[in-house]
């Protein structure tokens, strides 16, 4: 236990001024079996920080083969050690120099006990969310419709919003908007992908009776589509593909969907190149607007992201290639769009690689970090920085 003396003894020492400093002075001691693995700290920025205060929690994420992420409840964060090369002491109750009464006119001693120290802590950086895994869970089992009687259903790898909270590194919200794209839906509590043939399916069943009852696309009645509809396929089904290939309108008490032109020519699209390795562009095209609904008009920036236009060499081609198939990660994303064509326009690049931007992140600064440019013929192409093992 330090007296005042000793401490001011100390200060001289140390070559200090006493009217620079405070004058409560904490005699700091450490407690018994004090080790400094006893803690973790974790730097917050304000937005987590009254996220905390208001009674919000935290949630660390990641499978064993995982790096582990943290996420509120509506964004990820990736987690960095630090270190330090001062000690970081845990001392309660220690007050700063605002929160010191300034009525001590003279110098006096607070003991206090170390309960721990660490010399890193945890840094915390927004990231994307990992959403890739989330489509291959959904994918093991998906809905192909309702069994027929006397088939039994398969009920294995079936994921609840709980299952999929402890295996998806990202929010809960950022995973319910991710469900939303992929057209997924709840069936009996456990949230399903829907077979693609089973979605063109039901695509087939209200495109056909759109234009039966010489409906518009922009105005489909809810409950006479169902009712027409249900002897065919459950009326949440229905409903569900309304949901995702339309836009809910209400008009005079009545509900009505104007589908998505955009949406139903691309659903068209991907069923006609998913079995083909590659498709002559023109012949594609034709065979594409002959597929669609009549009055619905193609055009390839409707597959941006979706397919890949070759115009190299000889005829042009179109193969399917969906940005939602390829890495999550950046330098393995990249080598594989160089594997795929050595050199890319920045027309052509940009829907492959915008949602790996971070935050305040362009595809310029991407392409600029992972790619090389040069001109070709009067266009700016990018091509890989380094080489590429084809």
Known sequence: ??????????????????????????????????????YCLMELDDTLCKHIEAGESLVIRGDKDERA????????????????????????????????????????LV???IWGFCSSYWELRKQRPRLKKLKQLLMENPYEGPTLRGQEENTGNLYTMLDLLERIQASEQEILAQLQTIHACQVDGYWRMLDFDYEMKLLGHVTQLVDSESWSFNKVPLETCL?????????????????????????????????????????????????????????????????????????LDQLKSYALVDRGSGPDTICLLRVEDLSEDTMERFNHLFTLREKWTEADI????QDLCGEKQTTGALLTKYARSSMQNGVKVFNSRRPVAT
């Open 1 to 38: 236990m330090r007296t005042v003396e000793e401490v001011q003894a100390t200060v001289q020492i140390a070559k200090l001024q006493e009217d620079d400093l405070q004058n409560t002075i904490h005699c700091l001691s450490f407690g018994e079996n004090v080790l400094s693995a006893d």
């Open 69 to 108: 992420v943290l996420c509120s409840g509506d964004k990820t964060y990736d987690l960095k050690m630090a270190d330090t090369s001062n000690l970081l002491l845990f001392v309660p109750d220690c007050k700063t120099p605002d929160q010191l009464s300034g009525s001590q006119d003279s110098p006096h």
């Open 111 to 113: 003991q206090t006990r």
């Open 227 to 299: 009712d027409e509809l249900s002897p065919l396929e459950p009326r949440e089904m229905i409903e569900h593909w309304l949901n995702c290939y339309g836009k809910q309108l209400t008009e005079n008490e009545r509900v009505f969907y104007a589908l998505d032109e955009d949406k139903v020519c691309r659903a068209t699209a991907l069923m006609l190149l998913q079995n083909a390795v590659k498709f002559n562009l023109r012949e594609f095209q034709d065979v594409w607007q002959q597929s669609v609904p009549e009055g619905m008009g193609t055009r």
């Open 350 to 353: 940009t829907p492959y690689i």
